[in-house]
């Protein structure tokens, strides 16, 4: 069953989130979103093991701006039912259930923000939805098969994640991930640990909730032998020959997803987008530069309407 509000945040980090929660039924799961505003639709696509609790200081702006502002939390993560068998999670059956979401709501002219498996979700979406799709903006994320990141390659921390029991033991029984991973890919971290922890670890409080932290990252391919190899292949291509508009956005400080290696990579094979754009931010730089990353957002939105009505 979907966790509800009040039994899942702390009550001094509600303030953070007054907003009203929405559920959908998508692909036979329970999917918890918010929607805020009107206008064209931003939709703000987290990864793992966050969930729509990273765009809280985005959502005002933007919905401010007079845009409509949608942000689901992925099957398995936030307030998202989160079910306990290892097959009900594969890439392929997230983008499914983001586009029985995207469809259920009708929406189009999307402006679709892709951060971390955002990234493959959204952008799987994006290339097969076309034309529900308006622009992409991207950010700490990549699109493409292999390894993403020398990260990716070490035998600690996270070719041991693969292990069958290392990985669930640290990320299953003692949420590493959504507790000290997050914590190490803020910038600042004092405030993050006294001001957003608890939201991120009270979403996922006990082993059994916390599959999805362990079983989404083993479908990175590290081979060419890997389930994903061919999706990832694909998505390359079909981004590649993408003429969507696009904003790439990247943390400066960014150890797992290095700007340079990776928004450089996006930048060659998407040349008409704009940026890349550095902010102040490791991997998670919502935590870091919300607001300007929806400043960001805005102005670029801003710049599509004015060329539309030239």
């Known amino acids: 069953m979907a966790l509800s509000l009040d039994n899942t945040l702390p009550g001094a980090l509600r303030a953070q989130w007054p907003y009203a929660p929405h559920e959908a039924s998508v692909n036979g799961w329970r999917m918890h979103y918010i929607d805020e505003g009107v206008g064209?639709?931003?939709?703000?696509?987290?990864?793992?093991?966050?969930?729509?609790?990273?765009?809280?200081?985005?959502?005002?702006?933007?919905?401010?701006s007079g845009r409509r502002v949608i942000v689901p939390d992925m099957i398995g993560f936030g307030l998202s039912e989160k079910p306990t068998r290892e097959q009900a999670h594969s890439l392929d059956g997230h983008v499914a259930n983001l586009t029985a979401l995207m469809r259920q709501l009708n929406l189009s002219r999307i402006m679709l923000v892709c951060h971390d498996w955002g990234g493959p979700t959204g952008l799987s979406f994006a290339m097969s939805n076309p034309e529900r799709v308006r622009a992409l903006t991207i950010m700490s994320t990549w699109a493409w098969p292999l390894p993403p990141a020398e990260f990716h390659t070490r035998i600690f921390p996270w070719r041991m994640m693969h292990a069958p029991l290392v990985g669930p033991y640290l990320l299953g029984n003692h949420g590493a991930l959504a507790r000290r991973g997050v914590y190490l890919s803020v910038v600042d971290r004092e405030k993050f640990a006294h001001g957003a922890q608890a939201a991120y670890e009270a979403a996922l409080p006990d082993a059994a909730s916390r599959l999805l932290t362990w079983v989404w990252p083993r479908w990175i391919p590290l081979d060419e032998n890997a389930r994903a190899y061919e999706r990832f292949q694909w998505l390359e291509q079909k981004l590649s020959r993408s003429k969507l508009p696009a904003l790439i956005i990247w943390g400066r400080e960014d150890d797992v997803f290095d700007a340079t290696t990776f928004s450089s990579r996006f930048k060659q094979m998407m040349p008409h987008a704009e940026g890349p754009l550095l902010v102040t931010g490791r991997h998670f730089l919502q935590e870091d530069s919300g607001p300007e990353i929806a400043d960001l957002i805005r102005h670029f939105m801003d710049r599509l309407d004015k060329g539309e009505k030239r």
């Open 40 to 64: 064209d639709p931003i939709v703000l696509l987290h990864g793992n093991p966050t969930w729509g609790f990273l765009y809280r200081d985005m959502i005002g702006p933007l919905v401010r």
